[in-house]
């Protein structure tokens, strides 16, 4: 089994519908983040979360929310999904422990949104 | 905050040739500079990084090398594969400053390998 799961792997939605992506780690880390990828413009962070009780934004958040319900957890909402939020989105895990941890970020095999 | 540049957005070898993907930063305080490979239909995977103390590092076919005056790092791919198809990330980091834990990315090359 993966250690960093999404789900769903695809979704076609419309909008205006509120869509939920969720992610699921074995890893034990405490570090969750979505990031988004569009073509020519890489990988952008969406939401990041250091432990269950700290959530912070990334440089793309407007649109976007997420829960860390828990420290394997972490799901990323679209309340009114639009068109321009199609893209595939990655859930990705880091462990910082220790002073020389630069934290090598692994990723889910991503979740690919369509909104029509 | 930081802000990466990388070039070429598209790359196509003939196999056994050598690809170079370059990149630009833009904050001097960064110093952690990683590579990612993303394989189709999969998520991004660490292949090498390299820290600002040093100028370059190898790893079998792949090398990467820090020019920390110029602000730019490079990936070296030498004996392409065709497996070596994929979208590549380069990333920077001031690994012990605020901004700890969030990479900043590249644009992504596609790299082609061709048989």
């Known amino acids: 089994d993966a250690d960093v799961t999404q789900t769903p792997r695809n979704r076609i939605t419309k909008t205006g519908k509120r869509i939920m992506l969720e992610c699921s780690q074995t890893?034990?880390?405490?570090?969750m983040y979505w990031y988004r990828q569009d073509p020519g413009l890489g990988l952008r962070l969406i939401y990041y979360?250091?432990?269950?009780?700290?959530?912070n934004k990334g440089e793309i958040s407007d649109g976007y929310s997420v829960s860390r319900q828990a420290q394997a957890k972490f799901s990323l909402s679209l309340e009114s999904a639009i068109p321009n939020q199609t893209a595939l989105y990655f859930c990705?895990?880091?462990?910082?422990?220790?002073?020389?941890?630069?934290?090598?970020?692994?990723f889910g095999e991503g979740s690919r949104l369509t909104v029509l | 905050g930081e802000n990466v540049e990388q070039h070429p957005s598209t790359l196509s070898v003939q196999e056994g040739d050598s690809a170079v993907i370059k990149c630009t930063y833009s904050?001097?305080?960064?110093?952690?500079f990683p590579w990612y490979k993303q394989e189709l239909g999969k998520g991004p995977q660490l292949i090498i990084d390299?820290?600002?103390?040093?100028g370059e590092k190898k790893d079998q076919r792949i090398a990467v090398t820090l020019n920390k005056t110029a602000k730019h790092f490079s990936l070296h791919i030498t004996e392409t594969q065709p497996e070596d198809s994929a979208v590549y990330f380069c990333?920077?980091?001031?690994?012990?400053?605020?901004?700890?834990?969030?990479?900043?990315f590249g644009q992504g090359t596609i790299l082609t390998v061709h048989p």
């Open positions: 990705a895990t880091s462990d910082l422990r220790g002073t020389h941890s630069t934290g090598e970020l692994f």
């Open positions: 890893k034990g880390h405490d570090r």
């Open positions: 979360s250091f432990d269950v009780k700290d959530i």
């Open positions: 904050d001097s305080a960064s110093n952690y």
């Open positions: 390299i820290r600002s103390n040093v």
């Open positions: 990333a920077a980091i001031n690994a012990g400053g605020t901004s700890y834990g969030k990479l900043t």
